[in-house]
């Protein structure tokens, strides 16, 4: 279970006009384990977001880029990513925000509960509690509920369905089988978490502090609130005549 020593880990960066967040959110991450590179992955932004991450990737190897032409959605880019990170071998693949959102310093601690689990999922609702900050109510509800609606029809044992802040073994992210996964935003959490549980792979909830951007705009709306409702219906059919 436990990835081999001197395995090296991916943290996958999708980013749409992140120019403010990128350059204090990267050296936070690297500087939690010297075995992390980060891959930004960046949608076309038009604030220069990608120009800036080929700046600081020119100047730090553990940095890598990869630029998509068009802003074609979070789950798309994160496929991309992951594509990319088995490609050169990576023993662990993260998926993390590029705002203050998700906290660096629990990537520790994810990486220690991967020696026991092949997912880790970074819970803002572990143990019955809501761990967020700086949120609306309306945003709050939106997400307490939606995981809350993803684990009532599809029976995962997991608190934060919709959560985007996660660790995966690869051999997890090559057997789910990439290329059939349909859904993007919050739908997108809550299906590649789905066919990994109904492969039987272990999953974890460690608990973070979820804290609300303090710069750029959130990219949530109600387009991708709609596809999680459905999704997870169609999820939840497609597994019930054997189609996952």
Same mark, same amino acid.
């Given at each position: 279970?436990?990835?081999?020593?001197?395995?090296?880990?991916?943290?996958?960066?999708?980013?749409?006009?992140?120019?403010?967040?990128?350059?204090?959110?990267?050296?936070?991450?690297?500087?939690?384990?010297?075995?992390?590179?980060?891959?930004?992955?960046?949608?076309?932004?038009?604030?220069?977001?990608?120009?800036?991450?080929?700046?600081?990737?020119?100047?730090?190897?553990?940095?890598?880029?990869?630029?998509?032409t068009a802003k074609d959605g979070l789950g798309a880019a994160y496929?991309?990513?992951?594509?990319?990170?088995?490609?050169?071998?990576?023993?662990?693949?993260?998926?993390?925000?590029?705002?203050?959102?998700?906290?660096?310093?629990?990537?520790?601690?994810?990486?220690?509960?991967?020696?026991?689990?092949?997912?880790?999922?970074?819970?803002?609702?572990?143990?019955?509690?809501?761990?967020?900050?700086?949120?609306?109510?309306?945003?709050?509800?939106?997400?307490?509920?939606?995981?809350?609606?993803?684990?009532?029809?599809?029976?995962?044992?997991?608190?934060?369905?919709?959560?985007?802040?996660?660790?995966?073994?690869?051999?997890?992210?090559?057997?789910?089988?990439?290329?059939?996964?349909?859904?993007?935003?919050?739908?997108?959490?809550?299906?590649?978490?789905?066919?990994?549980?109904?492969?039987?792979?272990?999953? &974890?909830? &460690?608990?973070?502090?979820?804290?609300?951007?303090?710069?750029?705009?959130?990219?949530?709306?109600?387009?991708?609130?709609?596809?999680?409702?459905?999704? &997870?219906?169609?999820?939840?059919?497609?597994?019930?005549?054997?189609?996952?």
């Amino acid at each position: 279970m436990s990835p081999n020593r001197g395995t090296r880990f991916l943290v996958i960066v999708p980013t749409y006009n992140e120019r403010e967040n990128l350059p204090r959110k990267l050296p936070q991450i690297l500087a939690q384990d010297g075995r992390i590179d980060v891959l930004v992955v960046d949608d076309g932004s038009p604030d220069g977001t990608g120009d800036l991450a080929a700046e600081i990737a020119a100047a730090d190897p553990r940095v890598h880029v990869l630029r998509r032409t068009a802003k074609d959605g979070l789950g798309a880019a994160y496929l991309a990513g992951f594509a990319w990170g088995l490609e050169r071998g990576y023993g662990l693949l993260f998926e993390m925000d590029a705002d203050i959102s998700h906290p660096p310093e629990a990537l520790r601690r994810m990486i220690e509960a991967a020696k026991t689990h092949d997912v880790v999922i970074g819970s803002r609702y572990v143990g019955g509690l809501v761990t967020v900050s700086n949120w609306p109510m309306s945003r709050l509800l939106v997400s307490y509920f939606g995981s809350w609606y993803a684990r009532v029809i599809t029976r995962m044992p997991v608190r934060d369905a919709t959560g985007g802040f996660n660790c995966w073994h690869r051999k997890v992210i090559a057997d789910v089988g990439l290329s059939r996964i349909r859904s993007s935003g919050y739908a997108f959490q809550i299906e590649l978490k789905f066919r990994a549980f109904r492969k039987g792979f272990s999953m &974890v909830e &460690v608990p973070i502090l979820f804290t609300e951007r303090d710069s750029g705009e959130s990219k949530m709306s109600k387009r991708i609130v709609r596809e999680a409702i459905w999704r &997870v219906w169609w999820m939840k059919v497609q597994d019930l005549l054997g189609r996952l």
